[in-house]
C-alpha cells in the first residue's frame, strides 16, 4: 500500500484531510503532521476520526461542539450530548467529568456558581444506628422481595433476603425486650 | 396506615389554620437529594433501584419523624391509586407514571412524605396549612439532618447537593405557596401581577406543580433558583413577595366589593347554590364554584361553609378520591353524579351544624 504524500511540503506522510471553506468553495487538501500544526489544527493522539477542520470561526465553533459532546462521564457512561438531548445528569459523578461544561450553564440558570446553603454532614458511626428501629415497613418489603426471589427461583438472592428478615426482626425483638 | 384510612382523614395541611388562611391554602417545602455511589434514575437499573429503597428504608428506621410512617410502594399499586396520591400532593404525577421500585414514605398526618426513587433518589417533602414555609423548612431540615445523615449523599464542595436537573443543585429546595387569587382573576390583573416574579427568581405553577394548569385560580409560586442562596435567603425572597401578592389581592377584593358588590355577591351565592344542590358536578365545575364559594367564606359573605369543608373537598372530589370511596371502577358520568352527591351531603350536614350552634 504506497502512502499518500502531504499536498504542501511534498516529505512528509499526510495523516489527515484538510477542507477549508473559504467564499463558500471548499479545498480539500492532505497534509502531514507538520504542515497540518502551521495550519493551526490541533493533533489529538488517540483520536481516530480524520479531522475536519477549516480557517473559518464557523467550522471551528463546531468542531469544539462535538468535541464538548463526545465527553463521557466514566462511571454511568453518559455522554455530554445525551445530557444536552434531556436535560439530566446520570450519576454524582457527572459533574466531576462535566464540570467545565457545567459551571457556564448553572450560572444561566441560577445566576450562581457556588452553593452557600446547608453543609452536608454524616452523622458519626455510633448516631447512624441509635435510636430504636421501628418501622414495620422494612420487614414487610423485605418479604415481599423474598417471595417475589422464591417465584422466579433466585434462590441465592432468597437466601440472602431470609437473612437480613431474620437479622431485623432478632434486632427488633431484642430491642422490645429491653424496653 | 391504609389506603382506605388516608382517604378518610383530612390531611393537615388543609386544616385551614396558620397565617394568612383566607388567601393562602398551604406552604410546601421538597429537598431532592441522591445516593453518591448510586447513578441517578435516568441511568440506573432496576438493581440500583432496589439498593436505594433498601438503603433508605433501612436509614428512616431510625428516623424518629419517620419510623411511624407507612410505605406505599408503587408496584403494589393500582394506577388510580397512585393517583390518589397525586390528589393529596404526596407524590408527584411524575413518580405516579414512572412506577418501578419507586415508592413514598407518608406520615401519620401527611406532614411530611419522602419519595424514593422519583427523579433524584430522594425527594423530601413537609406540607403546612396557611403561609408557614418557615415552619416548613424547620420541620424538614430535621427530617434531612436525621434521614441524610445517616447516608451516603451525593454533595461537593463547591456546588451543594447533586442533583438529577440543573435546576435543582445547590440547595435542591423548593418551596412553595398555594394561594387562591380570585381577586386578582376577577380584576384581570392576575398576569399582570404574576409575569413580574420571574425576575426575582420566582415562578408560578398550577395546582398539581410543574406542568399543570391553574384550575379554581388557586396557583402556586414557587423559587426557581437553588444555587448561591441559603435555605433561608430562598424562603425569605418567596415570603416578601408573596406577602406584595397577598395585598394586591385584598385590594381586589375591595375593589370588587366597594364596586360591584351586587354582582360579585350575586356569583358567590348562585356559586353555593349549585354546590349544594348540583346531581351532576365535573371535576372543573366544582373548582370554579368552590372558588367563588371560597371568596364568599374569606370575605366574610357567606358565614358557611368553612375553610376547612372547602379544603376538604379540595381532595375529595378528585376522580380517584371518587372512585376509592365508591369502591368500584367509575366512568367519568359516574363520577360527576357521586361527586354531586358527595358534596351535597357534606354541605347539607355543615349548614345543620351551624344553625344549631347559632340557634
Redesign the interface.
Known sequence: MSKRVCERCNTGAAILRLISVKENTEKVEYLCANCARAEGVEIVVGGKEAAQVSGSGETEEVEKGSREDSVMCP????TFARFKE???????EC?DAFRPL?IP??KK???????????????ADE?????T???T??L??LK??LQAAVEREEFEEAARLRDRIEAISKESNVERTAE | MTLDALVRQTPMWLDGSGAYADVIVSSRVRLAR?L?????S??NKTADE?RV?DEV????????D??????F?MK?LEEHDRQLLVERHLISPALALRGGNGGV?VDQDERLSVMVNE?DHLRLQALTAGFEPQAAWQML?KV???L???L????????????????N???G?RASILIHLPGLVLVQTVDQVLNGIAQV?LTVRGFYGEGTEVVGSLFQISNQ???????P??LETLERVVRQIIDFEYSARQTLLRDARAQIEDKIWRSLGILANARVLSGQEFMNLASAVRLGVSTGVLKDPSLVLLNELLVRVQPSHIQRMAGSRLDSDQRDQNRAEYVRERFASASTTSRQTRG
Open positions: 462511571s454511568c457512561r453518559l434531556r436535560y439530566r445528569l446520570g450519576c454524582a459533574f457545567l450553564l448553572l440558570v441560577h445566576g450562581a456558581e457556588r452553593h452557600r446553603g446547608k453543609r452536608f454532614a454524616r452523622l448516631d447512624i444506628t441509635s435510636g428501629p421501628r418501622g415497613w422494612m414487610e418489603l415481599r422481595r | 441522591n453518591r455511589h448510586i447513578p441517578f435516568s441511568q432496589e429503597v428504608l433501612s436509614a428512616a428506621q431510625h428516623v424518629r419517620l419510623n411511624q410512617s407507612t410505605y410502594d403494589q414514605m427523579e431540615d434531612d439532618t436525621e441524610c445523615g445517616r451516603d449523599i451525593a454533595y461537593d464542595a463547591d456546588l451543594g447537593y447533586l442533583t438529577a436537573c440543573p435546576t443543585v445547590g440547595t429546595l427568581g433558583i437553588t444555587l448561591g442562596k441559603s435555605e435567603e430562598i
